[in-house]
């Protein structure tokens, strides 16, 4: 059977996986990163955590936050890595191993992880949002990724969804992941109550102790969560609507008021066919990876 390496590249850290085409994962590797590297000591570090994966397999498979050029495989900047500038991932991994190399940034390869082998794999168009430190978005229809210009569409994230709303760390104000992120749920935290929370984890878990303005925080962001993908769904009229990432374990705090919203502002020849929840649990590495089984059968 044809295997693959799929390598996820976050803030902080470096995972490498070899999977086989039914999404088996073989083996794994996982590497933390320093902060500041600059970008020739990140390559060497990004390198080796991939060497010793590497054996029998058909391509490599790299996903990464944005923005980023597919064609050319540069990451150009990196919110969360800002060491990092242009830096040259395809080419040096193709030089170095002598194999396909396919690049997408980390929410597309989580939509065509999931579309391929995650929960609603049988439907015709997906859109899938990562809901995590900012919020991502894919579009795959028909088993193909929408990449959008050189690999930066569907960035549900930074659409508008409060107009004049809080500045969000693109420059511009009011994006959706300013309001349903982690980054959006401790930044408003700390705007109403000068607390800074350490994560996700601990604004939920207020959220749990049913503290007030976590309370708030939370409705008013499912709402312009809700509205983002509203938005996204008379854009596209995808068949299912999936949501994956850190932010879904604690999905039943938010979900049935996000899906009430949603299903309550879409035409209903829309609702009659969509699909909306959770996804599968479909590894950053294993969306990587799928990259590469997706473009080699083509
Ligand atoms: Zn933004």
Do not use: W
């Amino acid at each position: 059977m044809r295997q693959a390496i799929g390598v996820d590249i976050g803030g902080g850290s470096i995972r490498v996986s070899l999977f086989d085409e039914n999404g088996s994962e073989l083996d794994s590797h996982h590497t933390k990163t320093p902060e500041h590297l600059d970008n020739d000591s990140f390559l060497e570090v990004l390198v080796e955590s991939i060497r010793p994966l590497v054996k029998n397999i058909i391509g490599i498979g790299v996903g990464s936050p944005g923005p980023l050029n597919n064609e050319t495989g540069v990451m150009l900047t990196s919110a969360n890595m800002a060491g990092l500038k242009n830096l040259p991932i395809k080419s040096v991994l193709q030089k170095e191993f002598s194999l396909p190399v396919f690049y997408e940034n980390d929410a597309n390869c989580a939509a065509l992880g999931e579309a391929i082998f995650g929960t609603y794999k049988n439907t015709e168009s997906q859109l899938i949002l990562t809901l995590g430190t900012g919020i991502g978005g894919g579009f795959v229809k028909q088993g193909k990724l929408y990449t959008g210009y050189l690999g930066n569409g569907i960035e549900i994230g930074h659409t508008t969804s409060v107009i004049g709303g809080a500045l969000c760390g693109c420059g511009v104000h009011g994006c959706v992941e300013s309001y349903f992120s982690t980054k959006g749920f401790l930044n408003r935290y700390f705007e109403k109550t000068n607390t800074k929370l350490p994560n996700a984890e601990a604004f939920f878990s207020l959220v749990r102790s049913n503290d007030s303005e976590s309370k708030s925080i939370l409705e008013f962001g499912t709402k312009a969560l809700a509205h983002a993908v509203r938005n996204a769904i008379q854009l596209l009229n995808p068949e299912a609507v999936i949501f994956v990432g850190g932010i879904t374990k604690s999905y039943d705090l938010f979900g049935a008021l996000l899906e009430k919203e949603i299903r309550s502002t879409i035409f209903s020849v829309l609702n009659d066919r969509l699909l909306l929840g959770p996804g599968g649990n479909i590894s950053g590495t294993l969306g990587a990876a799928s990259l590469v089984f997706v473009k080699e059968k083509n």
